[in-house]
């Protein structure tokens, strides 16, 4: 494989599945906890919803406090997903580096100010420009997705992590599609994307079914258009399990995410580093050194059959030796 191609998708996900299966102990258990929590904050929500729902007339009062409530839990929990993605996306970075994973670490690093802030622009971005069709998400979305990774492995925050992490997604050396940077990032994200939502969905089934079934019992008693409420003891285990499982698929997303970075990293510097050795030696691709202090000078044109010069042919006149002939005395 060309030190400027990625690494197949197949062997990125074999990597992936192997160190997510030796650090997923370290990771799940304090995110799957503050993940609970956002999902409890939710179930909230909906039930100040429903009961909003469910009011014949609610008045001002009610529909004023209903989103004095909304938008601050809204607010809350956005920022526990936020941060707990940042800590794991942090862990991730560690495993792979051979380092011991210290979740307090990577809690602190996620809450950091100016990490909040710039993973709070990159979220607007991204939920801006996915509510404009979608379309512009596909694009917005893999050039923002490096941020985390740049801010961990970088140091740098703000608008220089977003300038690092859009450079490094349209990196593309070879120029061709199958080797665009752009389009592997596309591809692990959405594959994250679905592998998380179909998990979910299956935790969720059985929640599901039950409000299915409560429905057809309210329309075969003639109560129909009135909302309908699962029961809180089947909601919080939902949730509980809905934690897990997202934490953990969380965990392989952001694994999937910290190697590709680490890969396109590695083709950028492997890249022109071998671009400077020929350069330098005027290697394969090279070609001479791109600037030289002593050019070498070009080859003399030989000419073997040119005339020679009219001095040369005529032979010196009689009793007039030229100076230092044999045979002749000197002074």
Not at 167 to 193: C, E, F, M
Not at 235 to 249: C, D, E, H, K, R
Not at 262 to 279: F, P, S, V
Request: with cysteine; hydrophobic share 50%; aromatic share 8%.
């Amino acid at each position: 494989m060309s030190d400027l191609q990625l690494v197949p998708i197949r062997r990125l996900i074999d990597d992936v599945v192997v160190h997510g299966k030796r650090h997923w102990r370290q990771i799940l258990p304090s995110v799957a906890l503050v993940q609970l929590s956002a999902g409890l904050l939710t179930l909230v929500l909906q039930d100040r919803q429903m009961a909003l729902a469910t009011s014949p007339e609610p008045s001002g009062e009610e529909l004023l406090a209903f989103f004095g409530l909304f938008m601050p839990l809204f607010f809350i929990i956005m920022s526990v997903f936020m941060v707990a993605f940042a800590a794991v996306m942090v862990a991730a970075m560690e495993g792979l580096e051979g380092r011991t994973i210290d979740m307090k670490r990577a809690w602190g690093f996620a809450l950091s100010p100016k990490v909040y802030l710039t993973n709070g622009v990159v979220f607007l971005l991204t939920m801006l420009s996915f509510m404009c069709c979608i379309l512009p998400g596909l694009y917005v979305g893999p050039i923002l997705a490096f941020v985390l990774p740049v801010m961990v492995h970088q140091g740098v925050f703000g608008t220089e992590a977003l300038r690092r992490s859009i450079a490094l997604a349209k990196y593309n050396p070879t120029g061709r599609w199958q080797d665009s940077s752009h389009l592997h990032i596309l591809v692990v994200l959405v594959a994250g994307s679905l592998v998380n939502y179909a998990l979910s969905f299956v935790v969720q089934l059985p929640l599901l079914v039950v409000q299915v079934v409560m429905t057809m019992r309210q329309a075969a008693e003639g109560q129909v258009g009135e909302p309908v409420i699962a029961p809180l003891w089947l909601q919080v285990p939902t949730q509980f399990l809905v934690a897990i499982v997202t934490a953990l698929s969380w965990i392989y997303w952001c694994f999937a995410i910290a190697a590709l970075y680490r890969e396109i990293l590695r083709r950028r510097d492997g890249g022109d580093l071998k671009q400077a050795i020929d350069r330098m030696t005027g290697g394969p691709g090279g070609g001479p050194p791109a600037s030289r202090a002593y050019p070498t000078p070009p080859a003399p044109v030989v000419q073997p059959f040119a005339a020679p010069p009219a001095s040369a042919a005529s032979p010196p006149a009689p009793g007039r030796p030229e100076d230092g002939a044999p045979g002749t005395g000197g002074g």
